[in-house]
T-cell receptor, first 112, second 115 residues
Framework: EDQVTQSPEALRLQEGESSSLNCSYTVSGLRGLFWYRQDPGKGPEFLFTLYSAGEEKEKERLKATLTKKESFLHITAPKPEDSATYLCAVQVLSSNTGKLIFGQGTTLQVKP | KAGVTQTPRYLIKTRGQQVTLSCSPISGHRSVSWYQQTPGQGLQFLFEYFSETQRNKGNFPGRFSGRQFSNSRSEMNVSTLELGDSALYLC??????????????FGSGTRLTVV
């Protein structure tokens, strides 16, 4: 069964304290792995798409990496405005659809 | 540039009633997907439409249905509402059927409460 697991469930950081969020996946074949950010009361906001092991993408303080079994979202020197829930989702190659399978998310709180 | 618009934002319905939710995708986006988000189950896929055709359906009962119009706008309908249908319903659109490097743009959702 295709599955996505994110850890930790919750993470509290001090401003400037770098850390990483993990997304482990089990799929029959990976078309793409997506990272989203979701603020309370809003829909998820697209961050990155990764396709193959070894790929990396960066945006401001965020850097996403991909291996054959997991993806990491590295947050460098976070600020309070980075507080949000970060969601990881996979798209299965064999399904030939846009369906995303989401993990449960990591809720990040950055304290000033 | 207008984003994905979902209406209404909030809805309170009684058990047994039916409800229709609307989604207007970003102009030019022909792919529209729907997701249900609850605290316990997270985000779960409901349907995907592309060029007015349903391409995939998630593991939800037949009470959940949807459609897409020629202008790419989409509606989803839930009949015979149950308390467990209370959730945030999210619509997402994309210019590419599988999202690609553009990903999917989500609306702010419709918060449905069934009492």
């Amino acid at each position: 069964e295709d599955q996505v697991t994110q850890s930790p469930e919750a993470l509290r950081l001090q401003e400037g304290e770098s850390s990483s969020l993990n997304c482990s996946y089990t799929v029959s074949g990976l078309r793409g792995l997506f990272w989203y950010r979701q603020d309370p009361g809003k829909g998820p906001e697209f961050l990155f798409t990764l396709y193959s092991a070894g790929e990396e993408k960066e945006k401001e303080r965020l850097k996403a990496t991909l291996t054959k079994k997991e993806s990491f979202l590295h947050i460098t020197a976070p600020k309070p405005e980075d507080s949000a829930t970060y969601l990881c989702a996979v798209q299965v190659l064999s399904s030939n659809t846009g369906k995303l399978i989401f993990g449960q998310g990591t809720t990040l709180q950055v304290k000033p | 540039k207008a984003g994905v618009t979902q209406t209404p934002r909030y809805l309170i319905k009684t058990r047994g009633q039916q409800v229709t939710l609307s989604c207007s995708p970003i102009s030019g986006h022909r792919s529209v997907s729907w997701y249900q988000q609850t605290p316990g189950q997270g985000l779960q896929f409901l349907f995907e439409y592309f060029s007015e055709t349903q391409r995939n359906k998630g593991n939800f009962p037949g009470r959940f249905s949807g459609r897409q119009f020629s202008n790419s706008r989409s509606e989803m309908n839930v009949s015979t509402l149950e308390l467990g249908d209370s959730a945030l319903y999210l619509c997402a659109s994309s210019r590419l059927r599988t999202g690609g490097n553009y990903g999917y743009t989500f609306g702010s959702g419709t918060r449905l409460t069934v009492v």
